[in-house]
């Protein structure tokens, strides 16, 4: 059976449907998510499920599965997510840990990745670590929580022919060939941003 790839966007889908600045909204950029990993995969190895601020989880989630969280634009040393631009409607680690208590089983033993820039920076005050640790608190100690180093793309991309003169990263022929999302650190792309060390462990 696929396991089951969840973006969660922990905002009404009126909030997450307003632009930034000239930039896609949040249900825009998650939509493309589920146009590329539909169309990649063909449903083997995961079942995509694109879910809101109050929607239900699916049940029977399992160490296969993924929650994104996939709330807006992170700061280094901040204790929120923003969404649009890097002050409105911010959502802070309390306010995430209460919105996922009771959707996610204390017993959910798969990855919750906080897919924002910078939410794997700062040690103990990182966005994504505050969360991590506030889920414990609550119960939530068998699943592995994720957060990312530097900036992260929003979207699926190729690395042009531009952008490879930047990039730092590994496998430059097979990024340039395919889509994936990167992550950047003082302007350079410094590889997919699920690579040990732009993503870790929390």
């Known amino acids: ?40 995969l063909k449903g ?13 989880f699916p049940n029977g989630l399992g160490a296969d599965d993924v929650v994104y969280v996939y709330g807006g634009h992170g700061l ?4 929120s997510i923003t969404w649009p631009g890097e002050e409105a409607n911010a959502i802070t680690s309390d306010q995430l840990k209460d919105l996922l208590v009771g959707k996610l089983p204390t017993t959910f033993d798969g990855k ?7 939410s794997g920076e700062s040690g103990a005050t990182a966005f994504g670590k505050r969360v991590a640790a ?15 180093i530097g900036e992260v793309t929003q979207a699926y991309e190729k690395i042009t022919q531009l952008k490879a003169r930047i990039y730092k990263g590994q496998d430059l ?8 999302r990167f992550a950047i650190q003082n302007k350079q792309y410094m590889g997919r941003a699920s690579a040990e060390g732009n ?4």
Not at 45 to 56: A, I, P, S
Not at 112 to 118: A, Q, V
Request: proline content about 3%; hydrophobic content about 35%.
């Open 76 to 79: 280094t040393n901040r204790d």
């Open 134 to 148: 506030k889920m414990r608190s609550a119960g939530y100690v068998n699943c592995r929580y994720y957060g990312y």
């Open 112 to 118: 919750l990745k906080i897919y924002s820039c910078h």
């Open 199 to 202: 993503r870790i462990l929390l």
């Open 44 to 56: 083997a190895k995961y079942t995509f499920h694109l879910l809101w601020r109050d929607d239900v």
């Open 173 to 180: 022929e097979e990024v340039t060939a395919n889509a994936h």
């Open 1 to 40: 059976m696929p396991a089951k790839w969840i973006i969660y966007i922990p905002r009404t889908s009126q909030n997450a449907g307003e632009k930034d600045g000239g930039n896609p909204s949040l249900n825009v950029r998650a939509e493309s998510w589920r146009a590329h990993i539909v169309g990649k």
